[in-house]
């Protein structure tokens, strides 16, 4: 396998406004970096917007990032939350295939990983998930044998850690 | 007040007396309200790719933000080209462009293009105007932005609706950023690390940008060499920032570099780099590039630093603020041994070049007949881009900062003639120079009728050898001499063209001929073109072949390569 480069999570604050997120995508795609992963929500304040980016790279790279982001004209602030210091979630919605004698047993898993029921009909059960990506992967490796129709995920949001 | 009003009084505000401008469709109400303006002169380019330029050059010959006008759709793509090129150079502009009524945008509506999405990669910001009461504010702002930090163009497309509307809201004051606060002052432990640094260093050299020449930092920078006794190199962006004749002074490094210059970035064991983006043109192979110096990065744009050329020492600000503080810290050693060295390259750089211009007809002689017989006439001097570009750079006696305007990041053909015209417009006491080529000059000929209708005593000066010199040359050297598409010998007569224009035509076709044409257009008070008839052949020497480090100086043409595959391959990279 080969050696994997670091996982980077880019906290950007930015203008609450339209273009803006466009702006940012063209960024990274202009300059040849790939996105992982990618949030936007508005801010305590409506007049801001938070990006939370996930990228791979040197940390050549990343400093590049960082930097182009930050001399964006509508992007007030720019950080990275290291790996030690943040708080990180991923979101997934897991619809199975699940026949009525089979839904205990998906309630019993659903139960260690934290997951919960969100909809069940006759012939399928949907499970939400949240968590770091290791736990959200070894949840969906341990229900793939009941059969995945269709799974979503949403981009990662992290949080510094409080002081 | 009418939007075009809040156009119009903004300009004002912001110091704007001169504009390029195209009509069309959906700009007719601003030039409708600019019908009873005297405040600020409007001027018709025939191409709004030219006005772009023109606006360009205007702003490089006076520092001032340069503002151009066009309409939606065509207008607004043909500036495209015009906006990347002032990007890559860091030069001020304001593109004001109408886009269709605000209920239209999104409907494929005749003559709309998305000019917010297209500009986005290629200006330094831009905006919509989606509500007439924000359009006081973001033209403010464009005008801000496109001088301030490190300067670049700024869009602001504005619907006609916008433009018609009646506005309440005031012009704003003051304009606050808070997303957007450019560092100017630099660290004032991390400008002491430098001086230690200078102090300390045996083998300094300095490398000037483009930056220098955007902070009116010249001064400084003549200031802070002389004061530590530094050797310094020049970007093309920042010829003039150091007078050629100085005895310390080596000229430009890179692909077309002095060998003084190059052999300087090799041998010194401090560079310190002020304003500048290290250019792969520049750097040639980064791996092999200063492989014995501590490198010290100046820059107002952070993005600039340790992007292409690691930096030992970053510092963030403005180039004059930064060197007018480190002055004070400098000493002056002796280094006897690295300045020996230095005047020996220096000497034999000279007479390397010297010797391109000794005799018959050449392009590096042209270039220097025109410095010598324009030395009291605060001459600017213009070039398209190709290998005229280049021997322009080599042979001009660059003097001061704006006098010499080239387009550097973007190798933009067709930007001479344009550049040139808002050059004069911006100095109209300089004796204005364009050198062009005989393929840019195509790129942008219709603006000769700008030329005649102002009267620009401008003096365009053809380097004509019939053909693409540069990719010839590239295609002689690396390519196995398979000259692909870049013959012109179907060229017009460049004479009768001007003359059709109304402008005087010269032609020179041998080296005797190139004094007396210049001296009479010179000498003549209007606008001239001199076709100067070059060989074919002739080649930019000294030149690191692409992808090479600076060591590896050409200054002949390699021999043939033996097979012809083997030579594509080479110039594949």
Request: proline content about 6%; hydrophobic content about 40%.
């Amino acid at each position: 396998m080969p050696a994997r480069e670091k996982r980077h999570i880019i906290s950007a604050v930015v203008e609450n406004r339209p273009g803006v997120l466009a702006r940012v995508v063209s960024l990274f795609s202009a300059r040849g970096f790939n996105i992982e992963s990618l949030n936007v929500g508005e801010t305590e304040n409506p007049r801001w917007s938070r990006m939370t980016i996930a990228v791979s790279g040197d940390d050549g790279i990343i400093e590049q990032i960082r930097k182009q982001l930050e001399k964006l004209v509508d992007t007030l602030k720019v950080g990275e939350l290291s790996e030690s210091a943040r708080i990180e979630r991923d979101l997934a919605l897991i619809k199975l295939r699940m026949p009525p004698a089979r839904r205990g047993e998906m309630r019993d898993l659903a139960d260690i990983f934290r997951a919960r029921v969100a909809d069940v009909t006759e012939r399928h059960m949907t499970v939400e998930i949240s968590g770091d990506e290791d736990k959200i992967e070894a949840f969906v490796r341990l229900a793939a044998p009941f059969g995945i129709v269709e799974m979503v995920r949403a981009g990662r949001i992290a949080i510094k850690r409080g002081d | 007040m009418l939007g075009t009003r809040v156009i119009i009084e903004t300009l004002k505000r912001e110091g704007v007396d001169l504009a390029f401008a195209y009509p069309g469709g959906q700009i007719t109400p601003l030039f409708d309200e600019f019908y009873d303006e005297r405040d600020i002169r409007l001027i018709l380019p025939r191409h709004e790719q030219a006005g772009a330029h023109a606006a360009d050059g205007y702003a490089r010959a006076t520092g001032k933000v340069g503002v151009v006008i066009t309409t939606s759709g065509p207008g607004a793509t043909n500036l495209a080209t015009g906006i990347a090129n002032a990007h890559l150079d860091s030069v001020p502009l304001v593109a004001i462009t109408g886009q269709v009524p605000s209920p239209l945008i999104g409907n494929d509506a005749f003559q709309e293009v998305d000019v917010v999405g297209i500009t986005r990669s290629i200006s330094k910001h831009n905006y919509l105007v989606s509500s007439p009461g924000d359009l006081a504010f973001m033209l403010r702002a464009a005008f801000h932005i496109a001088r301030s930090g490190r300067p670049g163009p700024v869009v602001v497309d504005i619907p006609s609706d916008v433009q018609r509307a009646e506005i309440a809201r005031p012009i704003p004051d003051k304009i606050v950023l808070p997303s957007y606060q450019p560092n100017y002052e630099g660290n004032p432990r991390q400008i002491e690390r430098i001086a230690g640094l200078i102090n300390a260093a045996s083998r300094p050299l300095l490398y000037v940008g483009g930056g220098v020449v955007g902070s009116e930092a010249a001064d400084d920078l003549r200031l802070t060499a002389a004061t530590a006794g530094l050797p310094a190199v020049a970007s093309l962006m920042a010829l003039g920032t150091l007078p050629f004749d100085d005895p310390l002074f080596l000229g430009m490094p890179g692909m077309h570099g002095t060998p003084a210059a190059n052999r300087a970035i090799m041998n010194c064991d401090l560079l310190i780099a002020v304003g500048t983006r290290f250019d792969d043109r520049v750097t040639g192979k980064t791996e092999s590039f200063a492989p014995l110096a501590k490198i010290i990065h100046i820059d107002v744009d952070p993005t600039s630093v340790a992007k292409n050329v690691r930096a030992d020492l970053p510092v963030i600000g403005d180039a004059g603020n930064i060197l007018r503080r480190l002055v004070p810290q400098l000493k002056k050693r002796e280094r006897r041994e690295w300045l020996e060295e230095i005047a020996l390259w220096r000497e034999e750089s000279a007479a390397l070049l010297g010797r391109q211009a000794a005799s018959g007809l050449s392009a590096p002689r042209v270039v220097r007949e025109m410095a010598r017989l324009s030395r009291d006439l605060q001459p600017i001097l213009v070039t398209d881009v190709g290998q005229h570009q280049m021997w322009a750079a080599l042979h001009w006696e660059h003097r001061r900062p704006r006098g010499f305007i080239s387009s550097g990041g973007l190798g933009t053909m067709g930007f001479g003639l344009p550049a040139a015209v808002g050059a004069q417009l911006g100095r109209p006491d300089s004796l204005v120079f364009c050198l062009s080529g005989d393929g840019g000059l195509q790129m942008n000929i219709q603006e000769l009728c700008t030329v005649r209708r102002l009267d620009l005593p401008i003096k365009i000066v053809v380097i004509n050898n019939g053909c693409l010199g540069m990719v010839r040359q590239w295609q002689e050297f690396f390519w196995g001499r398979r000259y692909s598409h870049v013959d012109l010998d179907d060229n017009p007569d460049f004479g009768r063209i001007a003359e059709a224009y109304g402008l005087r035509a010269l032609a020179v076709n041998d080296g005797e001929g190139v004094s007396p044409a210049l001296e009479e257009a010179i000498r003549h008070p209007g606008p001239v073109l001199v076709d100067v008839r070059v060989g074919k052949g002739d080649n930019v020497f000294p030149m690191v072949p692409p992808g090479e480090g600076l060591d590896r100086i050409l200054l002949s043409a390699p021999p043939a390569a033996e097979g012809e595959s083997a030579s594509r391959e080479a110039g594949a990279g």
